[in-house]
Every structure is written in structure tokens, then in C-alpha cells.
């Protein structure tokens, strides 16, 4: 970078000093790249991972527009992708911002292209600000898309000078499409992630625009992790770190500047990325542990040969007891779905007591002080027995 700019702003380097990463940000990163692969190998139904999908989309999502003061919950947000949400005139500019950051999201994800490596433009980073702004509204000097003409700040950080946004863009665009990130004998992801975090705190920096510099940094964060190959769910969890811990997330913002290295910033939001993606792969290994127990209870059926009415009403009762967090009280158990309530209409206490005394011999199920539960911790066979104790 020309000496001049450098003088003015010590803190723009274009560098990473890797060597200052601890042990433990390495460890972690090497952690995140190995949960990234999980989470790509794993089979799932569509609707599954549709739902997931959905899900984490929500998440980051609202979490890149919570920190810019938009006040709909993560629950609106999903009702948004549903497109279920009605909102009163007076908060559509809300919904607005929330459909603009879809779209960026859903096109990203959609013009994902394996077989070329993803190169960050100018024209690529004002679009996501006239797309992030769209309909949105703004004060007079702020115009979507273009780079601002006017001094602005964030906090107590004043940003660069405007008349310098030209050339520190095209040094930022420069950086993050050229080798530097290619980090001998260390994996592409583990660069990746590395180079998404930079770019986000570059883009903060710089403040290219008079406003949506933020949710520009994490789109562009965003773009550069699903382009390199980590699954959409995970490729939102950095905001919705930022998001959840707003206050540190600031901290290291400013830290990072005042000591011209961008280290520490790194360390802690590999340490949120790496909790999220253990967040996604718990949930995930809840979903397939669920499949399996389905898929067992319908093979025990299967091989016991019973008669069709009572196996179904005995595989619904186990497969919906086993839905639920706590233990279930006997006068409850036929009241746990409406079709359940459907397969004992009519029958006799008797029936209901049957059913139960046949699926503990399956040892399908087993009563406690609190009522019942099901055996779901037999598709933990392989795990440690106190592990799989807890599991249950």
C-alpha cells in the first residue's frame, strides 16, 4: 500500500500475522474445517434439511439485521421465508430489509458455481449495498450502491476519508482475490474462513458507504465461506455470533484497530463459528437419531408380525412418547397427537394397558416415578455408557 495511506491509516495493513494466532485458534479452525465436512457428508431427507435449511437461514438472517437496530424477532423472520408475515404499514420498511438480505442470501447460494473461483469485485460489493438498501428508507446523502461523498463514523471509529474509498477498495478487492489467503500445508477452508473474517472487518473498516456497511461485510463474509465450499447453515453462523455477543463483538472491532492487528479478532470469532457448528452438527445427529428410532420401531413391528390396528396404535404411542423432553404421566399418553387420541377413541382402559405391557417386554418403553418414557438411548449402542446415559 502507498506509504501515505499507510501512515493514515496503520491500522489498514492488508496482512494477517498468522504467527500470532494462538495454538488454539489453529486447533479450532482445524475443528471448524472437520465439523464443515461432517455437515456436507451427512445424509438427510429434503425435508430435513429444508428445514435446516430454513432454520439457520432465519438465524443469520436476523441476526445481520438485529445488529442494525431491526427489531423482528427471529420467529417474524422464518414467518418471512414462509411468507406468512403481515405487517402493519407503519413496520414494512422493517420486512423490507429482512426480503432484501434474502435475496442476497438466496442468490449467492443459487449462482454458486464449484468449478470457479469466487472473485470479489467492486460492482459485486456495491451491488450487495443497492440491493441491502433497496426501498429502504434513507437520509438524502445516502445513495445505494455508490460509494459515499461524506465523512461518517460508527461508534467512536471515524472512517476512512471518502476521497481514499476508490483506492482502498480496489487494494481490498486486490488482497482477498489474490494467493495470499492460500496458506501453505494448511487446508483451502481453514484459509477461507480466515479470509472471510478479514474481508468482513476490512469492509468495516473502510466504510465504503454512507450506510449498510455492516450487513455488507456479512454478506460478503457469507458469499466468500458458501464459495468455498462450507454448507449454507454454516455459512451464517458468524453473524449470528456477532449478533449474540454484540457487545464483545464491538470490542474486538475497535481492539483490532487500535493494535493494527487483526489476530484477537480472528481467534474470537473462530471460537463462535466453532460452537455454532457444534450447535448444527447436535441438532443434526438429533434428527438422524429420531430417523433411526423410527425406522427401528417400525422394523420390531415388522419381524412380531401383530395384527395391523393394535401394531399402529402401539408404534404411534412409542414414536410420539419418544418426542417428548419429559417423562409422561399415564392419563396423558393417549393425548400426545390428535391421531393418537383417534386410535384409542372408544377403546377400553384395558387396551391402553396392553399396549403398555407389550411394548415394555419389547423394551421399547419403561415406566419411571414420573410416568413413561421411551428407550431411545438404544441407538446409542456405540457410545461410551455414560455418554449414552445421557442421551436418554
Not at 247 to 263: G, H, P, V
Not at 322 to 348: A, F, H, N, T
Not at 374 to 391: D, I
Request: hydrophobic share 35%; with cysteine; charged share 25%.
Amino acid at each position: 500500500m502507498k506509504q501515505k495511506f499507510a501512515d493514515k491509516y496503520p491500522w489498514i495493513t492488508f496482512k494477517v500475522d498468522l504467527q500470532k494466532l494462538s495454538y488454539r485458534t489453529w486447533i479450532q479452525l482445524g475443528e471448524c474445517l472437520s465439523k464443515c465436512e461432517h455437515l456436507a457428508q451427512i445424509p438427510l431427507k429434503p425435508i430435513t434439511a429444508q428445514e435446516m435449511h430454513k432454520l439457520y437461514l432465519a438465524k443469520g438472517v436476523s441476526a445481520t439485521t438485529s445488529i442494525e437496530g431491526n427489531t423482528l424477532s427471529e420467529q417474524q423472520v422464518r414467518q418471512i421465508i414462509d411468507k406468512k408475515l403481515v405487517l402493519p404499514p407503519s413496520k414494512e420498511y422493517l420486512k423490507q430489509e429482512v426480503d432484501n438480505i434474502l435475496e442476497l442470501c438466496n442468490e449467492i447460494k443459487n449462482s454458486l458455481c464449484p468449478e470457479k473461483k469466487y472473485l470479489i469485485t467492486i460492482d459485486e460489493i456495491k451491488k450487495f449495498n443497492r440491493v441491502i438498501l433497496k426501498n429502504v428508507p434513507s437520509p438524502d446523502y445516502v445513495i445505494p450502491g455508490e460509494f459515499r461523498t461524506v465523512p461518517v463514523g460508527a461508534g467512536t471509529y471515524k472512517a476512512v476519508d471518502h476521497n481514499d474509498i476508490p483506492y482502498l477498495t480496489v487494494q481490498l478487492c486486490d488482497w482477498l482475490n489474490s494467493e495470499y489467503f492460500a496458506i501453505p500445508n494448511v487446508h483451502p477452508i481453514i484459509g477461507n474462513i480466515i479470509k472471510s473474517m478479514a474481508a468482513h472487518l476490512y469492509i468495516e473498516w473502510i466504510h465504503p458507504f454512507s450506510d449498510g456497511n455492516g450487513r455488507v461485510g456479512r454478506i460478503l463474509e457469507f458469499a466468500i465461506l458458501l464459495c468455498a465450499g462450507i454448507p449454507s447453515p454454516a455459512a451464517h453462523l458468524l453473524s449470528n455470533h456477532y449478533n449474540a455477543t454484540r457487545t464483545e463483538y464491538y470490542i474486538n472491532l475497535d481492539s483490532a484497530r487500535k493494535k493494527n492487528d487483526i489476530s484477537d479478532f480472528i481467534a474470537y470469532a473462530t471460537q463462535g463459528f466453532r460452537d455454532g457448528l457444534i450447535e448444527q452438527l447436535t441438532y443434526i445427529f438429533a434428527q438422524i437419531i429420531d430417523i433411526s428410532w423410527e425406522t427401528f420401531v417400525y422394523e420390531i413391528f415388522k419381524e412380531h408380525k401383530r395384527s395391523e390396528r393394535p401394531a399402529k396404535r402401539m408404534r404411534n404411542l412409542v414414536i410420539e412418547l419418544s418426542r417428548q423432553s419429559e417423562d409422561v404421566p399415564r392419563d396423558k399418553l393417549i393425548m400426545l397427537s390428535p391421531k393418537l387420541m383417534e386410535l384409542y377413541r372408544g377403546g377400553s382402559t384395558m387396551m391402553l394397558t396392553r399396549d403398555i405391557n407389550e411394548l415394555i417386554k419389547l423394551d421399547l418403553i419403561e415406566k419411571t416415578k414420573k410416568g413413561y418414557r421411551a428407550k431411545t438411548e438404544k441407538m446409542h449402542s456405540f457410545l461410551p455408557e455414560q455418554v449414552a446415559g445421557n442421551k436418554s
